[in-house]
């Protein structure tokens, strides 16, 4: 198993699960609204879509940060919450980036297509502490 040695490792220290997911929704959120809302026209994507996904990633960040800072105790729910939030960004890039008539460009869906496998990656790590968790 690719990912068995750090389920196990964030299955004794979940919170650091939850600075990862922090530092990863911050960086797509300072990609999306800093270096591609200034390339829009390379990437095909609209601004105001760049903004909404960035908005998005913000708020997970702060989610996942707050988690990592005040959580003590009852783990599960709350890394469950941000694995179910992970795939709803997903589906929604999907959505917003993929749309019949969109302009996006070779380089728009090289990098959301990269970025939602990563988010998907974690999403299994995540979904794999929590049940590593409950055992």
């Given amino acids: 198993?690719?990912?068995?040695?750090?389920?196990?490792?964030?299955?004794?220290?979940?919170?650091?699960?939850?600075?990862?997911?922090?530092?990863?929704?911050?960086?797509?959120?300072?990609?999306?609204?800093?270096v591609l809302r200034a390339y829009h026209e390379f990437f095909?994507?609209?601004?105001?879509?760049l903004s909404l996904l960035a908005g998005i990633?913000?708020?997970?960040?702060?989610?996942?940060?707050s988690c990592f800072?005040?959580?003590?105790?009852?783990?599960?729910?709350?890394?469950?919450?941000?694995?179910?939030?992970?795939?709803?960004?997903c589906m929604v890039t999907l959505g917003l980036v993929f749309l019949p008539g969109s302009k996006i460009t070779l380089a728009g869906k090289i990098y959301f297509l990269t970025e939602i496998l990563v988010v998907c990656g974690l999403v299994y790590v995540e979904l794999a502490v929590a049940k590593a968790i409950k055992n």
């Fill in 69 to 89: 800072l005040f959580l003590k105790a009852n783990w599960v729910p709350f890394i469950k919450a941000i694995s179910f939030a992970n795939l709803l960004y």
């Fill in 1 to 34: 198993m690719i990912f068995g040695n750090v389920i196990n490792r964030l299955g004794k220290e979940p919170r650091k699960l939850f600075l990862i997911d922090c530092l990863g929704a911050l960086l797509t959120a300072i990609l999306l609204f800093v």
């Fill in 44 to 49: 095909g994507v609209a601004v105001e879509t």
């Fill in 57 to 65: 990633a913000a708020v997970f960040c702060i989610y996942s940060a």
